[in-house]
């Protein structure tokens, strides 16, 4: 009886903070350890240790409410400064003029930082891909149509897109997560368990609400998507990847996005709303106008409630990747930004807790105006310019093998010391700027 009454601790636990979607399924799982226990005998106790384990099941999907999710956010701490110092006098030591790794350099220190040990490895990699869609589109506001949203997100999981065929390439896996589609999946290729095979459900709706008119989503709804994002990065670091990177997929995302960093950064839109996937002189025009126009109705600033701002102009996509970058920090992962939409939910989830910044690492540098204000805001620099402005995370994969390059440098270089090398000569150079 223990276990069912450990089982019972937990239901009540979670009902403060459950939501009712949630509450359906843990009262059907309730109802059939009742019925099991109206029956109990020795040959029954079968039924009842599977009707717990349902319970235990729907419990440890719950989605954290409000209240546990800002308990969380308050626990993220910065990077391990002692370990900083090591990897840094290490780097020092290797052989070779100081600094001449550039970048490569300092990607080693802050892993070590994050990890918390100086030698890292980051082989075990995917990126999360969260996928919506955005009422705003019926304002004219993309050029393609909605149902592209689900049509790439099915070819995610069969590696047909541009970051699939990268993941496939570099053997990189792809978390799928349907936020909000306005469709139903396949159910073949449809699941509630974490999977890399397949789309997981955790839809909230069938899109998001028109923000030109009225709030995209309601404040439940935005933090459930925030909860969203943190269970994935619950599940990449129990599965034990070593480092992730948060992409997306969502007709008219770039709309949101820069309504969320105009507020974000008191900006107007001719500094925030680009082209997107591209579109006509007067669909720009009007989407400039609604990003302004929807900033300004909420009455939104760079002092707005965060939760606020991504849930009266954001998208269920881009609140659960903000969550996904504050899971990041939590369970101390490296987590790489992908483009323009990727990096305004990582400054949203640094706004919420600044210690975010010590774990992120920005891929590229995306073609999306817009982009530069947020890498300046957030003191990132990206690894690559390539022009790209695709999205899905498909600037991730390559990222991740620039972060395989830092941590090879890390582990296998020589000291002086160790190449029989006098460093001598360097004495005078160390001190000011010589090069």
Not at 62 to 86: H, N, P, W, Y
Not at 105 to 123: F, H, M, P
Not at 253 to 272: D, F, Q
């Amino acid at each position: 009886m223990d276990k069912m009454d450990k089982a019972l601790d937990r239901v009540n636990k979670a009902l403060d903070k459950t939501t009712d979607k949630t509450m359906d399924k843990v009262d059907k799982a309730m109802d059939k350890m009742n019925k099991a226990l109206d029956k109990t005998t020795d040959k029954t106790m079968d039924k009842m240790d599977k009707a717990l384990d349902k319970v235990n099941k729907v419990l440890d999907k719950t989605v954290l409410g409000e209240q546990d999710l800002f308990q969380r956010i308050s626990q993220i701490q910065g990077c391990d400064k002692a370990t900083v110092k090591l990897a840094e006098a290490r780097q020092a030591m290797l052989a070779k003029p100081p600094g001449s790794l550039g970048a490569l350099e300092q990607i080693s220190v802050q892993l070590a930082g994050i990890t918390g040990n100086l030698y890292n490895d980051v082989k075990k990699q995917c990126v999360a891909i969260f996928s919506s869609d955005n009422g705003v589109i019926s304002e004219g506001v993309a050029s393609a149509p909605n149902s592209v949203t689900m049509a790439q997100t099915i070819n995610f999981t069969k590696r047909l897109t541009g970051v699939g065929a990268l993941a496939k390439y570099f053997e990189v896996d792809l978390l799928v997560v349907d936020m909000g589609i306005a469709g139903n999946v396949p159910t073949e290729i449809y699941s509630k368990e974490i999977s890399t095979e397949k789309i997981i459900d955790r839809k909230i709706a069938y899109g998001t609400k028109n923000l030109a008119v009225e709030p995209a989503m309601s404040r439940e709804e935005g933090i459930h998507a925030l909860c969203v994002g943190f269970e994935i990065v619950k599940y990449i670091k129990e599965a034990g990847y070593d480092v992730f990177g948060v992409g997306e997929m969502g007709i008219g995302n770039t709309t949101t996005s820069a309504a969320v960093l105009s507020a974000l950064m008191e900006l107007p839109a001719t500094e925030t709303v680009g082209k997107g996937g591209g579109i006509l002189p007067e669909s720009f025009r009007r989407k400039q106008e609604i990003v302004d126009d929807a900033v300004k109705r909420n009455g939104l600033t760079a002092k707005s409630d965060i939760i606020e701002v991504l849930s009266a102009v954001g998208g269920f996509d881009i609140a659960a990747m903000t969550g996904a970058f504050l899971g990041a920090a939590y369970h101390r992962l490296p987590v790489v930004i992908d483009g323009y939409i990727s990096i305004v939910a990582a400054l949203a989830a640094v706004r919420l807790a600044p210690a975010v910044r010590d774990y992120i690492f920005a891929s590229h540098f995306s073609y999306e105006q817009g982009y530069s204000a947020a890498m300046e805001a957030l003191d990132v620099r990206p690894m690559l310019s390539l022009n790209m402005r695709l999205g899905e995370g498909s600037g991730c994969p390559l990222a991740f093998k620039i972060l395989e390059g830092a941590c090879g440098v890390m582990n296998g270089m020589a000291t002086f010391e160790e190449a029989a090398i006098n460093d001598n000569y360097l004495a005078e150079i160390r001190k000011g700027d010589c090069f």
